[in-house]
C-alpha cells in the first residue's frame, strides 16, 4: 500500500482482556516502531524493529505489553490482561532506514479499557 | 523536566496570518529534527525534517533550528482553515527514537 496503515482502527476492550493490534508498514522499509500517545501529549516511544529484530523495547510501560516482527514486514502490539492506564492510541510508523530518516506513521489504534 | 518543551497553546489566528510555533530542547544528542501535523483522530504527518541549524523554507513552512540555544520553530506564512491541526516537534538523535513534544493546537478561522 502507498501508507502505513493499522488495524483495528479502534478496539475497545473489558479490563483484563488481551487484544492484539496490528501494522503493516510501507513496503520495503526496514525501520519499524511502536508509539503510545495518551490524549492531549505527543507519542511516546515504545519499541524499535530493524527487520525481525527487536533492537529496543526500552519504552514498553510493563511485562504484559509485547511486540514482534517475525518476518520483517507486519508487525503485532499485544497488551495481555489490560488495565484502564492502557487507554491510549497506539501508533505505528515506518522508516526506509536506520536512525535519522523520516517516520511515517499510521493512522493509529483507539484502545479503550473499560 | 521533559526533554522536549513545546509551547502549549492553543492558538487561535485569523485566515492569512502567520503562525509562529516554538520548541526548546535539553538533550544535545538531538541531531535532526522533524514536524509532524496532526489531525483530529489521525496519524502524526510528517511536514519537515531538518538536521541542521538554520532554516529550511517548503511552501508556506519554514523551519528554524538553533542548535546553541536547543530551539526550534516551524513558521506558517499566509495561514488556512486547513492548516487547522496539532503540530508536534520531534527531535531525534543516532539511537533512532523520536521524542516528541506535547503539540500545540493550532486553529485558523476564516
Known amino acids: 500500500g502507498a501508507g502505513v496503515s493499522q488495524s483495528p482502527r479502534y478496539k475497545v476492550a473489558k479490563r483484563g482482556q488481551d487484544v492484539a493490534l496490528r501494522c503493516d508498514p510501507i513496503s520495503g522499509h526496514v525501520s519499524l516502531f511502536w508509539y503510545q500517545q495518551a490524549l492531549g501529549q505527543g507519542p511516546e516511544f515504545l519499541t524499535y524493529f530493524q527487520n525481525e529484530a527487536q533492537l529496543d523495547k526500552s519504552g514498553l510501560p510493563s511485562d504484559r505489553f509485547f511486540a514482534e516482527r517475525p518476518e520483517g514486514s507486519v508487525s503485532t502490539l499485544k497488551i495481555q490482561r489490560t488495565q484502564q492506564e492502557d487507554s491510549a492510541v497506539y501508533l505505528c510508523?515506518?522508516?526506509?532506514?536506520?536512525?535519522?530518516?523520516?517516520?511515517?506513521f499510521g493512522p493509529g489504534t483507539r484502545l479503550t479499557v473499560l | 523536566q521533559k526533554e522536549v518543551e513545546q509551547d502549549p497553546g492553543p492558538l487561535s489566528v485569523p485566515e492569512g496570518a502567520i503562525v509562529s510555533l516554538n520548541c526548546t530542547y535539553s538533550?544535545?544528542?538531538?541531531?535532526?529534527f522533524m514536524w509532524y501535523r496532526q489531525y483530529s483522530r489521525k496519524g502524526p504527518e510528517l511536514l519537515m525534517y531538518t538536521y541542521s541549524s538554520g532554516n529550511k523554507e517548503d511552501g508556506r513552512f519554514t523551519a528554524q533550528v538553533d542548535k546553541s540555544s536547543k530551539y526550534i520553530s516551524l513558521f506558517i506564512r499566509d495561514s488556512q482553515p486547513s492548516d487547522s491541526a496539532t503540530y508536534l516537534c520531534?527531535?531525534?538523535?543516532?539511537?533512532?527514537?523520536?521524542?516528541f513534544g506535547a503539540g500545540t493546537t493550532v486553529t485558523v478561522r476564516a
Open positions: 538533550n544535545s544528542a538531538f541531531q535532526y
Open positions: 520531534a527531535p531525534g538523535s543516532n539511537d533512532y527514537k523520536l521524542s
Open positions: 510508523a515506518s522508516s526506509a532506514g536506520l536512525a535519522g530518516n523520516e517516520q511515517f
